[in-house]
């Protein structure tokens, strides 16, 4: 038997199990919201074409627009300043985007503390329990942020002082780029970086150092609460827009049952 029928015969008799961590797509999706004077993306929007009518009696179709960073996305090295000699998100290497991934879960110190930061020495506590980080792989930060997303004030949980939403520290941002051999990091949060992160030095160190390393970004993620720690393939399907930082993607793990 082929690999491939191993795998199909692993999926068909329950083995491996297909998780879709893709949040739904809609005009409800929550958006990021930048101060003045920066501008903001657009959007999630469906503007109807024909639906079974005089316009198309026999289809029904529709036109939409949205951000490239709207929902679950993907993060190319060129949307960031230190990225912006990287790779667009149609240049990124097909055989990249199935890889091993694994998760960090840190629910419950998020719940209680949504400014919550993700350390070095947790993640290599991490490893001491579950192996080293995958090479060419995936770091699923979980936070328990995905039950807020059909909500965008709890989603963006913003006060006068900006947003209050779980990230990742400078140094071990720093570290996850430059000294450890993942691809990329996947968060349930609107971006890779705290809420708190544009007061960080430097500002939004997630998209600085890992966009700058060639690195990528997976954001608004769902379902990681039904994955193990490792084992899992990650699948992700940006769409492959020519000049594009980034892309809304599908984003399915195959994980062991």
Known sequence: MSVLARLLAALEGGEV???DLTAPL????????????????RG?????ISRYDARGPAWYWNNFSAGEHVGTHFDAPV???TGKDGLDVSQVPPAQLIAPAVVIDRSRECAADPDYLLEIDEVRAWESEHG???AGGWLLYRTGWDSRASNQEAFLNADERGPHTPGVSVDCARWLAEETPILGIG????GTDAGAAHSFDPPF???A???GAGKYGLTQLANLAKLPPTGVVLLVAPLPIVHGSGSPARVLALAPR
């Open 187 to 190: 968060v349930e949060t609107v």
């Open 44 to 48: 999630f929007e469906l503007q109807e």
């Open 79 to 81: 949307h960031w300043i």
């Open 17 to 19: 199990e297909i998780v």
């Open 205 to 207: 160190p997630c998209h």
């Open 209 to 211: 150092f890992m966009l």
């Open 132 to 134: 080293s980080l995958p």
């Open 26 to 41: 809609s005009e409800r999706t929550p958006i990021i919201q930048l101060p003045p004077p920066f501008a903001n993306t």
